[in-house]
Nanobody, 121 residues
Framework: QVQLVESGGGLVQPGGSLRLSCAAS????????MGWYRQAPGKQRELVAR???????NYADSVKGRFTISRANAKNTVYLQMNSLKPEDTAVYYC???????????????WGQGTQVTVSS
């Protein structure tokens, strides 16, 4: 029905950068908010950054000034530019989108499969 496919994770040294991408595909009528969450071992999943269809953004305090979320509405794609990465940013990063699919009654949450980001020297 709807798929979210993430890419761009990997291993990077502290202070380095990575760019995550997430493309939504399928029977999409409209996409509302899109965002990135992360989950480190032994911790709960937490919001990293979120962007509305109008372009309004919000960030976790721990990533403000280092991460930037953006989206390409025509491509149903959301990006996360991560700079000045720290070891504590190590986690599985999950894409999230609130999507109105064709033939349904309203918006619902969809999740990607997750991509590993490891920050280590």
């Amino acid at each position: 029905q709807v798929q979210l496919v993430e890419s761009g994770g990997g291993l990077v040294q502290p202070g380095g950068s990575l760019r995550l991408s997430c493309a939504a595909s399928g029977s999409i009528f409209s996409i509302n908010a899109m965002g990135w969450y992360r989950q480190a071992p032994g911790k709960q999943r937490e919001l990293v950054a979120r962007i509305t269809s109008g372009g309004s953004t919000n960030y976790a305090d721990s990533v403000k000034g280092r991460f930037t979320i953006s989206r390409a509405n025509a491509k149903n794609t959301v990006y996360l530019q991560m700079n000045s990465l720290k070891p504590e940013d190590t986690a599985v990063y999950y894409c999230n989108a609130v999507i109105f699919t064709i033939g349904t009654a309203g918006y619902r949450d969809y999740w990607g499969q997750g991509t590993q980001v490891t920050v280590s020297s």
